[in-house]
Nanobody
């Protein structure tokens, strides 16, 4: 049974940093691209960052470039999202997702095979 479990969320102030962790099990982890999405209140789920199975390539949404960093540890079967200089508009439920490394192209949510349940990040002023 495949499980993706997010942790590390919470309430922080604008300008603070936070690191999200997505721990996985039951997954041939290195053969999956890993992605972070987020869904803000009243908005659709949106791509945040993605990383290839080997970790050699990463992509970011324009809104988080230069502030967020995605990384992975294939030995620990975990993916991380380091979030710096957090802004009010980063408030959202953050989801971890996985798709086969054989799938290429945009990191669209429709191409994801597995999802975590999400974790709330709240940024206050």
């Amino acid at each position: 049974q495949v499980q993706l479990v997010e942790s590390g969320g919470g309430l922080v102030q604008a300008g603070d940093s936070l690191r999200l962790v997505c721990a996985t099990s039951g997954l041939a982890f290195s053969t999956y691209g890993m992605v972070w999405f987020r869904q803000a209140p009243g908005k659709e789920r949106a791509f945040v960052a993605g990383i290839t199975g080997s970790g050699s390539s990463a992509s970011y949404a324009d809104s988080v470039k230069g502030r967020f960093s995605i990384s992975r540890d294939n030995a620990k079967k975990a993916v991380y999202l380091q979030m710096n200089a957090l802004k009010l508009e980063d408030t959202a439920v953050y989801y971890c997702a996985a798709r086969s490394a054989l799938v290429t192209g945009r990191w669209d949510s429709e191409t994801m095979k597995y999802w975590g349940k999400g974790i709330l990040v709240t940024v206050s002023s």
